[in-house]
């Protein structure tokens, strides 16, 4: 019912730059919330970043400051600029997309196959 395809993911240097992309196609809910997660090997799936229809923004502690969500409501297309990447970073990362807003650990709503993002050192 709802395909998100995501871009954007590679292979980047410790304090280098990413920018990934995912578009959604379907029905759409009119309001709704789309976000980033990543899981790391052996590791539980965590929030990166998320927004809101109305672009009210989350981010998780560890990204503030260096990564950037936003989102073209128009293209159903949320976008995540991640600058001064860390090794840490490593991870598939997923694309999210959920009617209404929610809680951060509540893995419901659509997903995307993942891009891998490596940072190396």
């Known amino acids: 019912q709802v395909q998100l395809v995501e871009s954007g993911g590679g292979l980047v240097q410790a304090g280098g730059s990413l920018r990934l992309s995912c578009g959604a196609s379907?029905?759409?809910?009119?309001?709704?919330?789309m976000g980033w997660y990543r899981q790391a090997p052996g590791k539980e799936r965590e929030l990166v970043a998320r927004?809101?229809?109305?672009?009210?923004?989350d981010y998780t502690d560890s990204v503030k400051g260096r990564f950037t969500i936003s989102r073209d409501n128009a293209k159903n297309t949320v976008y995540l600029q991640m600058n001064s990447l860390k090794y840490e970073d490593s991870a598939v990362y997923y694309c999210?997309?959920?009617?209404?807003?929610?809680?951060?650990?509540?893995?419901?709503?659509?997903w995307g196959q993942g891009t891998q993002v490596t940072v190396s050192s």
């Open positions: 999210n997309l959920r009617a209404g807003w929610g809680a951060r650990t509540e893995l419901t709503g659509y």
């Open positions: 379907g029905s759409i809910f009119p309001r709704n919330t």
């Open positions: 927004i809101s229809t109305s672009e009210f923004t």
